[in-house]
Every structure is written in C-alpha cells, then in structure tokens.
C-alpha cells in the first residue's frame, strides 16, 4: 500500500512530466510599458480584453456604487487586464502556471511565482493615491504547500473580506477576477509578509511578522 507521502511524490512527478509535454511559450507582440506615464500601452486593445476590462470596471464599482470613483475603477481594471501581459513577457512566461514555478525553482526562469505576480502588480497598480479604492495583497494557506497571492482591490477603507482579487498567475497572464467570498478555490486573508530563519537542516522556518510587516523578508 503506497502511503500518502509517495501518492504525494507521484502525482508531482506526473504534474512535470506533463508540464513538460504541453508546455508553451506566452509572448505578446504588441505590449509595453511607459515608464514615464506609468501605464500599460499597447497598438490596439483587443476586444476580448476590452469586454474583460468593462466587465471588472463594472464589478468594482458594485462594491460600493455610491462611494467609488469610475475613472479609478476603470484604470484598476486596464491595468489589472494588461498590465499582467507585459509582465508576461518581462518573465519569458511558461504555461501552464505550474511548469513555470518549476523553472524558477530551478534557477532557469527569474520570475513567476505567485508572490511575484501580487508584487510586481501591487509595486504597478497597488501603489497609487486612490481616493475611493484600498488595494492590497491577500494571500491563501500561507505557509502551506499550495500557498497562493494575490492583489485585491475593494473600496475605500474596506478589507480583504469585501474584496476583487486580480490573479494574473492562475490563467498565466489572462486576468482572473472574483470577489474574494466566491472563490472556488481559496479562502483569501489579508497578507502580513513573514520573517525566516534557516535550521540546522538548511530549512526556512518562517515567523508570523504581523506586528512589523516592515522588517520581514518575504
């Protein structure tokens, strides 16, 4: 009887190998980034990413349609659509999702896990001084094997909890969007970076940093 460590050990292996067999390159010919105005530009905004873009403008605003600015709530969504598909390019992206982790894990990609999807999107389009949005990243089963991050976005003052999550990862590059309750998937918490340090077996054992956010690594 196999136990559950080697079922574990199994079905990874057949996750890569099959990663391996189905693997592609994502790379998008008309998209860049001006660094001067700080958006996403691209020749022609297709009309699938435009329905997107409509659709999360729209959802936005239901968070709070008396409070939350359209302009603010349509420059989150453009962004959240296209900004992912720049990044897609600047990472030399992979899908399916998890053959990329496993070329960054194995030193043959630089970026594309998870957390560096929410951090790249939270340092583009979390940072900005908006007046009737809050954006900030989320994070599910932190710690854990199938820890996910995300950034999310919701109204003026409010939390994760009455959130959007925009997860560029799980569709590589094409924008996932869902209000945080209704994910199938996750149970989303607000994210509080973690302090580490490495065990006699060369371990990072993490520390929950929620106190001082500031000062942790990760």
């Known amino acids: 009887m196999k136990t559950q460590s080697n079922l574990t050990t199994i079905n990874l292996f057949l996750l890569v190998a099959l990663s391996f067999l189905t693997a592609c390159s994502i790379n998008y010919d008309n998209v860049s980034f001006d ?9 022609a905004i297709e009309g699938g990413d435009q329905v997107k873009i409509n659709d999360l403008t729209k959802a936005i605003i239901s968070l709070d349609p008396e409070t ?25 992206l992979m899908w399916p999702p998890n053959y990329q982790n496993v070329l960054v894990n194995t030193g043959r990609r630089e970026k594309g896990l998870c957390y560096q999807w929410a951090r790249d999107m939270t340092s583009h389009i979390g940072t900005k001084n908006y007046k ?27 939390g994760v909890d009455d959130a959007i999550i925009l997860d560029p990862w799980r569709h590589a ?46």
């Open 173 to 218: 590059s094409l924008l996932y969007w869902v209000k945080t309750k209704d994910d199938p998937n996750y149970q989303w918490v607000k994210y509080y970076p973690r302090k580490y340090y490495v065990n006699d077996k060369k371990q990072k054992v993490y520390i929950s940093n929620k106190n001082n956010p500031a000062n942790a690594t990760n």
């Open 132 to 158: 009737t949005l809050t954006l900030q990243r989320a994070v599910a089963n932190q710690g854990g094997n199938y820890e996910h991050n995300v950034l999310t976005v919701a109204a003026k003052g409010k």
């Open 35 to 43: 660094d001067t105005k700080k958006i996403t530009t691209v020749s």
């Open 68 to 92: 939350i600015d359209p302009i603010e709530a349509a420059w989150v969504a453009r962004e959240g659509v296209l900004y992912p598909k720049y990044l897609a390019n600047q990472y030399r």
